[in-house]
T-cell receptor, first 115, second 117 residues
Framework: GAGVSQSPSNKVTEKGKDVELRCDPI?????LYWYRQSLGQGLEFLIY????????KSGLPSDRFSAERTGGSVSTLTIQRTQQEDSAVYLC?????????????FGDGTRLSIL | KQEVTQIPAALSVPEGENLVLNCSFT??????LQWFRQDPGKGLTSLLL?????REQTSGRLNASLDKSSGRSTLYIAASQPGDSATYLC????????????????FGKGTHLIIQP
């Protein structure tokens, strides 16, 4: 597609459930990024992929969070045993390469609400 | 650890005015700086990207400057219009190997801009 696509756009789930968020980057973009936007916290970087590889996972908030990317395209962010503090907007971005000076292009995000 | 600060947090001006949004960062080891706008319920739209070796970038009524040594950037909006109302975010990308850990952007908390018709 023309832009970064994220699904679902909204997700409401009960505490303790697992959720899976999907990101489809711009075609041909090898770099993919996940961010979290919480009220009062601003935008927080979580993890990036160059191709299918995530060199640094230290930005993930806890071991309940994991991410993968297959085929150098679609990525999924999985949150296990969700907690109320996981409620936020999860944004995905892509760019042509990690090492380039090309801008990151963002999707509209997934708004996650944990009841 | 890189910290990005944006001033003011909110700004309301009449249509037609020129205005300046400010961004400062604590670590000058950056790869580039990017300005975004975010409309309510939407993702981020990239406005301008300034490479670390550049001093400014222009796009239409927008001009962004970068003073890396002092850790400052400004976004100048000329002849503001109601459609410019949004939250403006500044973000820096760490230089490769600078010890920042990841290659994600570090964001400020934004300036919420309202242009009064």
């Amino acid at each position: 597609g023309a832009g970064v696509s994220q699904s679902p756009s909204n997700k409401v789930t009960e505490k303790g459930k697992d959720v899976e968020l999907r990101c489809d980057p711009i075609s041909g973009h090898t770099a993919l990024y996940w961010y979290r936007q919480s009220l009062g916290q601003g935008l927080e970087f979580l993890i990036y992929f160059q191709g299918n590889s995530a060199p640094d996972k230290s930005g993930l908030p806890s071991d309940r969070f994991s991410a993968e990317r297959t085929g150098g395209s679609v990525s999924t962010l999985t949150i296990q045993r969700t907690q109320q503090e996981d409620s936020a907007v999860y944004l995905c971005a892509s760019s042509s390469s990690v090492v380039s000076n090309q801008p990151q292009h963002f999707g509209d995000g997934t708004r996650l609400s944990i009841l | 650890k890189q910290e990005v600060t944006q001033i003011p947090a909110a700004l309301s001006v009449p249509e037609g005015e020129n205005l300046v949004l400010n961004c400062s960062f604590t670590d000058s080891a950056i790869y580039n700086l990017q300005w975004f706008r975010q409309d309510p319920g939407k993702g981020l739209t990239s406005l301008l990207l300034i490479q670390s070796s550049q001093r400014e970038q222009t796009s239409g009524r927008l001009n962004a400057s970068l003073d890396k040594s002092s850790g400052r950037s400004t976004l100048y909006i000329a002849a503001s219009q109601p459609g410019d109302s949004a939250t403006y975010l500044c973000a820096v990308k760490p230089r490769m190997g600078s010890g920042g850990g990841a290659d994600g952007l570090t964001f400020g908390k934004g300036t919420h801009l309202i242009i009064q018709p």
